[in-house]
T-cell receptor, first 113, second 112 residues
Framework: DTGVSQDPRHKITKRGQNVTFRCDPI?????LYWYRQTLGQGPEFLTY????????KSRLLSDRFSAERPKGSFSTLEIQRTEQGDSAMYLC???????????FGSGTRLTVV | DQQVKQNSPSLSVQEGRISILNCDYT??????FLWYKKYPAEGPTFLIS?????DKNEDGRFTVFLNKSAKHLSLHIVPSQPGDSAVYFC???????????FGEGTQLTVNP
């Protein structure tokens, strides 16, 4: 068990470019979550998957954001036409079952310049 | 609409003393509460949780207290150690849901 892995750890991109982040959850966990954290705030829920099904999306997840979890394993989060307001830490977490006790990854720090 | 609030952005205590971190919530549907610790450049790490059917849960140096009528919970760390210095997040979830709603966090500094 190597925990939750996120790649890349840091990403700097120019405004208007597309970016994609990857998350590899703990292998036996069926639930996978994406959160976003900005400076001075707690993590904010974006979306979650149970196996390959995307069960809930926050209204924070605009049309420029899309997440997938093909085959119920790793997940990707894509942001199209990035804006400076997208600069944040993007956290992935996984869990087995409904209740908390999530295991978080170390996050991907996105900076849009 | 901040459903989970941590009103103290920072707290400083002496090593060996008690640290008390507070959290308030507004959503009466929340019935499970968690505390996470976060070091810089790392993801949050689960510390301790409590169900709404209890008013106290203890794990080593960490104790969480829940006052449902006041919609308030607190995390007690005793004795505090310098390695406890981190940002602490309170989080809550509903029975029917899976998402966690986090507070803003409290930066705890334990001075040697």
């Amino acid at each position: 068990d190597t925990g939750v892995s996120q790649d890349p750890r840091h990403k700097i991109t120019k405004r208007g470019q597309n970016v994609t982040f990857r998350c590899d959850p703990i292998s036996e966990h069926n639930r996978l979550y994406w959160y976003r954290q900005t400076l001075g705030q707690g993590p904010e829920f974006l979306t979650y998957f149970q196996n390959e099904a995307q069960l809930e999306k926050s209204r924070l997840l605009s049309d420029r954001f899309s997440a997938e979890r093909p085959k119920g394993s790793f997940s990707t989060l894509e942001i199209q036409r990035t804006e400076q307001g997208d600069s944040a830490m993007y956290l992935c977490a996984s869990s087995l079952g409904v209740r908390g006790g999530y295991t978080f990854g170390s996050g991907t720090r996105l900076t849009v310049v | 609409d901040q459903q989970v609030k941590q009103n103290s952005p920072s707290l400083s205590v002496q090593e060996g003393r008690i640290s008390i971190l507070n959290c308030d919530y507004t959503n009466s549907m929340f019935d499970y509460f968690l505390w996470y610790k976060k070091y810089p450049a790392e993801g949050p790490t689960f510390l301790i949780s409590i169900s709404s059917i209890k008013d106290k849960n203890e794990d080593g140096r960490f104790t969480v207290f829940l006052n449902k009528s006041a919609k308030h919970l607190s995390l007690h760390i005793v004795p505090s150690q310098p390695g406890d210095s981190a940002v602490y997040f309170c989080a809550a979830t509903e029975t029917s849901g899976s998402r966690l709603t986090f507070g803003e966090g409290t930066q705890l500094t334990v001075n040697p």
